[in-house]
């Protein structure tokens, strides 16, 4: 790929973009194609600096994809996009750069058909996606949650487990055969069927090596209970740790959806070395949109390491109406899930977010020598207080904790 300095414009008219339906900003693709069609470009520039930061000083350098890539966005209608994170120059080491991609994709049919075609036409459709990441030269990429089904987990019906599958299953040797084909490490979330311990379901992310071969899974940690995600109907907390998974290109872990809101599950897997964290989503923009650029981008700077967040994209009409236990009215779908995949560097900077609407694939070269470089530079890990906090956490787990507050003693003195 050709480097190019600056960020790039999206292509088509503000006709064309106020033509778009639904998941669109006013008619824009995303927040940076609005601000960047109804701003001066100066006034532009110091607004990207505020809100995506500067990489090692300087805004964000865009990647021209291969033309071989753009013909498969442009046939197949999906988003495109390419940055570079960079590092300082070392004397002692050579930079380690890796390339990473993310997957964002609506389902393909609607979730009235049989479930074997809804389950082949997802898989056609990420195919030339990944052919794209592949001719990309991407080194690891990571799609969505639970990318090979409908975010049925609204629903509360048994029947969509139906689309579970062991870690060796389906969608495992679907990538497989692309992990072989372009030497590429991929992060496949999947709903995973345990058939050793009495076929439990868990939510679960496949690591398969660049070879092809299974490294290990982890198991989603935090389960929500929110508004229509009615997860545990279907299954409950993962049980696999924090693990971190040394590659081909780097340490990766998966932080699962719902997980990044815990602070402390991005932490456990910063003190367990990862470099560049997962986080694959479903998630729907009247719940958590605000919270979406913001939780991630402060793992990273937290955790001086890289973060890709996964969302997908569309609405998703499900047969039979169902209620929020709310009092609203019973509806059909979850919502809109706005995608705006984007990556998150440790030094605060990050990408434009991807389409919140349409599928897509985010490209970022990141040099994997930035998070060192952060450690030194802030110190969080040197001047984090562990033992304290290990002491608060092992009395707050006592059924006879009392917080440590201190109350002013003339607070509740009667006055004479």
Not at 16 to 35: F, T, V, W
Not at 329 to 348: I, T, V, W
Request: proline share 6%; aromatic share 10%; charged share 25%.
């Amino acid at each position: 790929m050709e480097k190019s300095e600056g960020i790039e414009r999206g292509n088509g008219s503000v006709e064309e973009k106020e033509s778009l339906k639904d998941g669109s900003i006013c008619g824009y693709e995303s927040l940076h194609h609005l601000l960047s069609a109804n701003l001066k470009p100066q006034i532009f520039q110091e607004v990207s600096r505020l809100l995506l930061g500067l990489n090692c000083g300087r805004p964000l350098e865009t990647i021209i994809p291969p033309e071989s890539a753009k013909a498969l966005s442009s046939k197949h209608d999906f988003d495109l996009q390419a940055f570079c994170f960079s590092a300082d120059k070392e004397f002692l080491r050579e930079p380690r750069v890796v390339r990473v991609g993310l997957i964002q994709n609506s389902i393909a049919i609607p979730t009235t058909a049989p479930f074997s075609d809804q389950k082949k036409a997802i898989f056609e459709k990420l195919r030339p996606i990944i052919d794209a990441a592949g001719a990309s030269g991407v080194n690891i990429l990571c799609l969505q949650e639970a990318w090979m089904m409908p975010f049925a987990f609204c629903t509360r019906e048994k029947r969509w487990c139906e689309f579970a599958e062991p870690v060796d299953g389906e969608s495992t040797e679907f990538l497989q055969e692309f992990a072989r084909k372009y030497n590429m490490v991929i992060v496949n979330p999947i709903l995973e069927r345990d058939i050793n311990h009495g076929e439990t379901i868990w939510n679960t992310a496949v690591i398969i090596g660049n070879h092809g071969n299974i490294i290990g899974k982890h198991r989603k940690n935090h389960i929500p209970r929110v508004g229509d995600f009615n997860e545990s109907t279907y299954y409950m907390e993962g049980n696999t740790g924090h693990p971190v998974f040394e590659t081909a290109y780097g340490k990766i872990a998966v932080n699962i959806c719902y997980g990044r809101h815990h602070p402390l599950n991005w932490l456990a897997f910063g003190l367990n070395g990862a470099e560049i964290v997962f986080n694959p989503s479903a998630t729907v923009g009247e719940l958590s949109e605000p919270m979406w650029p913001i939780e991630a981008r402060n793992a990273a700077i937290a955790n001086s390491y890289f973060v890709g967040s996964i969302n997908r994209v569309g609405t998703e009409i499900f047969p039979n109406p169902f209620t929020s236990g709310d009092g609203k009215p019973q509806h059909p779908d979850f919502g809109h899930f706005y995608g705006s995949s984007h990556f998150s560097a440790p030094d605060a900077s990050c990408t434009p977010s991807l389409s919140r609407h349409k599928d897509g694939l985010l490209i970022s070269d990141m040099d994997l020598n930035l998070c060192r470089q952060l450690k030194d530079k802030w110190g969080f890990r040197m001047t984090a207080r562990y033992e304290l906090y290990a002491d608060m956490f092992a009395r707050y787990l006592k059924p006879d904790f009392e917080p440590q507050v201190i109350s002013d003693p003339l607070l509740h003195k009667k006055s004479s």
